[in-house]
């Protein structure tokens, strides 16, 4: 009897000194291509406030980096918690690789804090929530003020206000008979959907999937045609423009308007200090569109302590780590409070953001997409700016790929 008495306190304080060292581990996949990674200091941060969590943080290359992420899912090896894009959502939520994380932001207190709109924006395709948003951007217009003083104009809201000023500011500065301004620098080449999407896709009922052969889709593409073709307010040399040729045309004054969004405004400002501002793109066709850059964090099915790994991640999302974590990056907070008092880039750029954030949009998450991006819409405005085709053969085009 007294054997069993040993016996059974024994197991009692066995089971007590294993619950009392149990410890949680937490993999986390990230990718940074900053040498200035505050990545340690985070962990160091958050390990302090849960000692009974431990977090591995490994830096992934960006190159590979879905590949990884991919190939460990369907090897049973994922990590606990990971940064995503939006557009692998639909393929990780397919392969059942996601953990649903609404309860526990129903729970959290730091979703108050989070900018408006973001928690829409990275909803899952079956309306559950995967996502916890860590760093954004959006797309707003770049402007130079000094030309606007010097001719009286105001920044523009609506596409009407728009053609009028770009062309005010298309003219010959130098009187040599050749224009050497242009009101607007125009992304023609890849990557420029985003430039096209905010004249087109805010009308009501057109979007990539819905209703871009209707009349007021077509307006969309035929008002950017017209930019170019009747008013000559884009360069000459628009149709096989990229980024670098935009944004160097704007910083050298070539340009007084284009769009892009806050990775480039410390440049901007390198070049021409308070010559350059920003504001929300303008309403075409009685609605805004602008394109959403994101990335989030992502609770992994598979992981061995969901909660922990939940901990880990709203740490991130949180007021002071958010910060932290996107001066590393270039992005912005998510945290309205962090936003405030950002000091990587100047506010008035941050608060264009901000104000673009309630219109801000992504492209569809489907496999269509990447021809779109890559192939169908760069090809297709070429041959709309040249001539080549009509406005309305261009949208045909793209609506078809998505219809597939």
């Known amino acids: 009897m007294k054997l069993n008495r040993i016996t059974a306190l024994a197991s009692v304080l066995a089971l007590t000194a294993g619950a009392a060292s149990a410890e949680s581990t937490v993999r986390f996949w990230y990718h940074f291509d900053n040498a200035d990674n505050p990545m340690n200091d985070l962990v160091a941060a958050f390990e302090e406030q849960n000692p009974d969590i431990t977090v591995e943080a490994e830096n992934i290359p960006w190159n590979s980096y879905y590949d990884q992420l991919y190939t460990a899912v369907i090897g049973g090896n994922a990590p606990d918690a990971a940064m995503v894009k939006m557009f692998a959502q639909p393929r990780l939520v397919e392969m059942g690789a996601l953990q649903p994380i609404d309860d526990w932001l129903a729970e959290w207190d730091g979703a108050d804090g989070l900018q408006d709109n973001l928690l829409e924006l990275t909803a899952g395709p079956d309306g559950s929530q995967y996502y916890l948003p860590v760093q954004y951007v959006v797309l707003y217009l770049y402007y130079r003020p000094s030309m606007f003083e010097e001719l009286g104009l105001e920044v523009p809201t609506t596409c009407d206000e728009f053609r009028e000023v770009a062309n005010a500011l298309t003219r ?11 009101g607007f620098g125009f992304r023609g080449a890849q990557g420029g959907h985003d430039h096209w999407a905010s004249f087109t896709l805010g009308a009501e009922g057109v979007s990539l999937t819905d209703g871009l052969t209707s009349e007021a889709g077509v307006a969309g593409t035929q008002f950017v045609a017209d930019l170019f073709q009747e008013d000559g307010v884009f360069p000459p040399s628009a149709p096989n423009d990229g980024f670098q040729e935009i944004i160097g045309a704007f910083k050298a004054g070539k340009t007084a308007m284009t769009i892009h969004h ?7 400002v390198e070049a021409l200090g308070e010559d350059v501002n920003a504001a929300p793109v ?41 910060t932290m974590f996107n001066e590393a990056t270039g992005q912005l907070p998510v945290v309205k ?47 709309v700016l040249t001539g080549d085709i009509e406005a309305a053969e261009m949208n045909e085009a793209i609506a078809e790929i998505f219809a597939e």
Request: aromatic share 10%.
């Open 172 to 182: 010959d500065t130098d009187g040599d008979g050749q224009t050497d301004t242009y």
């Open 262 to 268: 806050i990775g480039s405004a410390n440049g901007m």
């Open 282 to 322: 303008p309403e075409c066709n009685g609605g805004r569109w602008t394109a959403f850059g994101d990335e989030s964090t992502a609770v992994m099915a598979n992981a061995e302590d969901p909660e922990a790994a939940w901990k880990w991640i709203s740490f991130l999302s949180s007021e002071g780590n958010n």
């Open 337 to 383: 409070a962090d936003s405030d008092g950002w000091s990587l880039h100047p506010q008035r750029f941050v608060q264009a953001t901000v104000d673009s954030l309630p219109f801000a949009e992504m492209l569809p998450s489907s496999n269509a997409t990447a021809d779109f991006v890559n192939t169908v819409w760069p090809t297709q405005m070429q041959r």
